[in-house]
């Protein structure tokens, strides 16, 4: 099956879920009459809460000093959803300063919990972190999928996607990966955005990544243990060694760092600096969850192994489908039952 093919099933699993889901009644008790529309305009007040803590191991300490910020207070911003499919656009300052102004003010699109009478509900909050595709499908179906499931999903444009978009952009295989740190770094001062919203249970937030997204939010979450649950899909360690053996995907980044005279030790050296395995023993096991391809050829299953050897899964946090790199959407919808599942009890509900 095409890539294009398994958008096109997710899709249609994902109305067929929410078909068998609009039934049901999220785990939120408090109901509030408002809608998306009306918070247009809204602004409220966020404060960073990273602390990184102890650190014994000298490389873990190093890459998490890389990734932190010295915290502040900030202002987050509702603005109008540019479509129906989610209800309202939160945009809030990077840490990072990148003199893009574009790519600098980030976009969560907020996908809000709703109960069988369509009311928005409090309720558990996630982050998805999309995947590589430049309209972020994967990502949005997800979003979709879980504020069906009676969770508030806010689905973060990474730099250089969607509204972040910026023809000022480098599009250089090192900018990639320099941006990649600022993504790092998005995502966790995410956690704290999601927290100051309206409707948000913030003893439940928790984060979910896909491929890209799923290198990015295993290395976000292990900066300070933020998240309460941690879920990870199509992704894995070792990146320069993904990026010298995976195919497709990881062929083209190869072929286009390789263009750029990118490679070699500088290659390690740059994606080194952003190695999940390099903190994953930070992750808490008992509220991780990786789920791989068996088949997958864009991140190994070598690979995927390393990340849940690091982060020191059981195989009960580390499921594996039989399914490659882009078959594996079709799973989408019962991991996201999973994480309902695995949600409510992380709750205690």
Not at 161 to 168: I, K, L, M, N, W
Request: hydrophobic letters at 40%; a negative charge.
């Amino acid at each position: 099956m095409s890539f294009r093919t398994n958008v096109i099933a997710l899709f249609v699993l994902s109305w067929m879920t929410f078909n068998a889901c609009a039934a049901e009644s999220p785990n939120g008790v408090d109901v509030i009459s408002f809608s998306g529309s009306s918070l247009v305009g809204t602004t409220y007040t966020a404060r960073d809460t990273i602390d990184i803590g102890e650190e014994a191991d000298a490389d873990a300490r190093e890459c998490l000093e890389d990734l932190s910020w010295e915290p502040t207070e900030f202002s987050v911003q509702c603005e109008a959803a540019s479509t129906w499919r989610f209800d309202s656009l939160v945009r809030f300052p990077s840490a990072v300063d990148t003199s893009d102004a574009v790519n600098d003010r980030v976009a969560l699109e907020w996908h809000m919990a709703r109960n069988s009478q369509g009311d928005i509900v409090r309720a558990p909050a996630v982050l998805v972190v999309h995947e590589s595709g430049s309209k972020m499908p994967v990502g949005k179906s997800l979003a979709f999928l879980l504020s069906r499931h009676g969770i508030h999903a806010f689905m973060i444009h990474l730099p250089g996607y969607g509204e972040r978009r910026s023809e000022a952009r480098s599009k250089s295989a090192a900018s990639l990966i320099r941006l990649t740190r600022q993504s790092i770094i998005d995502v966790r001062r995410a956690r704290d955005v999601i927290a100051a919203m309206p409707m948000v249970d913030t003893e439940s937030i928790s984060i979910q990544g896909t491929s890209l997204g799923g290198f990015i939010g295993s290395t976000a979450a292990c900066l300070d243990d933020a998240y309460d649950g941690v879920f990870l899909m199509l992704c894995g360690g070792d990146l320069y060694n993904v990026l010298q053996t995976g195919k497709r995907d990881a062929e083209k980044m190869r072929r286009q760092m390789a263009d750029e005279g990118l490679q070699g030790e500088e290659l390690k050296t740059l994606l080194y600096s952003i190695e999940p395995t390099r903190i994953a023993h930070r992750l808490d096991p008992k509220r991780t969850w990786l789920f791989s391809g068996r088949y997958d050829d864009v991140v190994p299953l070598a690979n995927a192994k390393l990340l849940a050897q690091a982060a020191k899964l059981t195989s009960e946090h580390h499921v594996l489908y039989d399914a490659d790199h882009y078959s594996g959407v079709i799973r989408i919808p019962e991991m996201v039952k999973r994480m309902q599942d695995e949600i409510d009890v992380l709750g205690g509900n």
